[in-house]
């Protein structure tokens, strides 16, 4: 999804005609585009099927520090029995541990990222709820018709519906697949199928 075809729709809230780029001069584009990237970067900081990512980082020989690129908005434990032993956050682009000494590591951590994906690199399920939210904050706010506010939240509400399907769809496909357990059992299953399908 283009960034042009969101900001059109935000401006049909209003009545107003389309844009052939966003290279062009309207009173309304830049809250529209200031609405999009909020709405892009709030959603993705929750963390989703398409950017999470497990990074392994190395403490800097100069101070010890885990540093982060300017696209990563948030960082989480690996484990999930780490989450509970440790306290890390991301400041200023730098892994932070509220348990010990703040900015100092001492061998590597492995984190989950939560990466911020331009918003036109997101796939169409993900760029939907993205753009149906924004166009509803968008019109809540410089048109606030109570008619079209309920049809633009259930849209974003329909949207948000299939981003979560795809999540729970997405996880379930990575447990299966990660754990090595359900693998093993799976492989036993499929041989006694095998054998006994076979005599």
Known sequence: MQTLDVVNAQLATMGEHALASLDETH?????????????????QARGWYFNRETLTLTPSPVDGGLYLSNDILNIRSVALRDRYQERLSLRAGRVYDGNNAPFVFTQNKEVTAIRLIPFEDLDETAASFISATAVARFQQDYDGDSTKTRSLSQDAETARIALMAEEIRQAGSNILHSNHRLQSLKTLINGARSYYLGR
Do not use: A, G, S
């Open 27 to 43: 009173r309304f584009l830049p809250d529209c585009l200031r609405i999009l990237d909020t709405t892009n970067r709030n959603v």
